[in-house]
Nanobody, 124 residues
């Protein structure tokens, strides 16, 4: 089992940047594919990005391509989401998720473990 704790959210102006972190408990962090999702008020939780166990492969939603970068540090049991050129439509609660596979999963139901989320608000 793994526990996930997100941090790094906050209020930022449009065009600004934020770096989200997700710290995982346990000694098997490198055995999990990691993903980031987000949920805006009144909307479904949607996929943002995923990274495989080694960090060598990544995948992004179209909305994140070119602006967001996912990375992980297996020595620190942490996955990151660097978000640049933020837009008001990026406003959401951001969640990290983990699954004991090496596939780049994009479906919400495919991930077993979830964090509590961190709020990101982008003002115009």
């Amino acid at each position: 089992q793994v526990q996930l704790v997100e941090s790094g959210g906050g209020l930022v102006q449009a065009g600004g940047s934020l770096r989200l972190s997700c710290a995982a408990s346990g000694r098997t962090f490198s055995s999990y594919v990691m993903g980031w999702f987000r949920q805006a008020p009144g909307k479904e939780r949607e996929f943002v990005s995923a990274i495989n166990r080694s960090g060598g492969s990544t995948y992004y939603a179209d909305s994140a391509k070119g602006r967001f970068t996912i990375s992980r540090d297996n020595t620190k049991n942490t996955v990151y989401l660097q978000m640049n050129s933020l837009k008001p439509e990026d406003t959401a609660v951001y969640y990290c998720a983990a699954d004991p596979t090496d596939w780049l999963l994009t479906g919400r139901s495919e991930y077993v473990y979830w964090g509590q989320g961190t709020q990101v608000t982008v003002s115009s």
